[in-house]
């Protein structure tokens, strides 16, 4: 499986931003795609996942700002985040786990700055 980020960039406090997660390859159901994020010098941090069938889970300060989703027809995850925060600037990493395997793909930087 591999996994194509984008939608990063530079976006002010207050503001929001749309990434996505593209997954090619053998996919089987039952899979979790989430999505983290890591600052320099710090380890990866959980932001939010879902899965196959919708469900979803979240860290605590992306609940009520942040909305992860997927489109199993197009094998593509979602992160809407709102109200950015300048806390909020990491490289966000996408992840999928199928059958006991876990992928990662390259990252997409987000920027909070005005």
């Known amino acids: 499986v591999q996994l194509q980020a984008s939608g990063g960039g530079l976006v002010q406090p207050g503001g929001f931003r749309r990434l996505s997660c593209a997954a090619s390859?053998?996919?089987?159901?039952?899979?979790?795609m989430g999505w983290y994020r890591q600052t320099p010098g710090n380890q990866r941090e959980f932001v939010a996942l879902v899965l196959s069938n919708g469900g979803t889970n979240y860290a605590t300060f992306a609940g009520g700002r942040f909305t992860v989703s997927r489109d199993n027809t197009q094998k593509t995850m979602y992160l809407q985040m709102n109200d950015l925060k300048p806390e909020d600037a990491a490289v966000y990493h996408c992840?999928?786990?199928?059958?006991?395997?876990?992928?990662w793909g390259q990252g997409t930087q987000v920027t909070v700055s005005s």
């Open positions: 390859g053998i996919i089987f159901a039952g899979n979790v």
């Open positions: 992840n999928f786990q199928q059958r006991g395997q876990s992928y």
